[in-house]
Nanobody
Framework: QLQLLESGGGLLQAGVSLSLSCAASRSSFSILMMGWYRQAPGKQRELVAT???????NYLDSVKGRFTISRDNAKNTVYLQMNSLKPEDTAVYYC??????????WGQGTQVTVSS
């Protein structure tokens, strides 16, 4: 069983920066992809950013240029650096990991609230 521990959420004002982190309990060698998703009230969960074991990244259009995903394989951790936050970024942010066995694991979620 793989466990994920997220941290870094909070209540912030628009325009500031925030970094989220997600540490996996398993070695990065068994992890294919790490990513961040978010779910705002009344909306479906959406992909924010993903990063593969090879370092290829993918972003939601609305966060391109503002958010950066990165991973530290030595620490089995994925990060999401969020700059120029907007009220529409308010959501619960979830970490997701896909293993080489093609199983998905989700973190417990961390709340990010951006006020105008």
């Amino acid at each position: 069983q793989l466990q994920l521990l997220e941290s870094g959420g909070g209540l912030l004002q628009a325009g500031v920066s925030l970094s989220l982190s997600c540490a996996a309990s398993r070695s990065s060698f068994s992890i294919l992809m790490m990513g961040w998703y978010r779910q705002a009230p009344g909306k479906q969960r959406e992909l924010v950013a993903t990063i593969t074991s090879g370092g290829s990244t993918n972003y939601l259009d609305s966060v391109k240029g503002r958010f950066t995903i990165s991973r530290d394989n030595a620490k089995n951790t994925v990060y999401l650096q969020m700059n120029s936050l907007k009220p529409e970024d308010t959501a619960v942010y979830y970490c997701k990991v896909q293993t080489i066995a093609m199983r998905d694991y989700w973190g417990q979620g961390t709340q990010v609230t951006v006020s105008s």
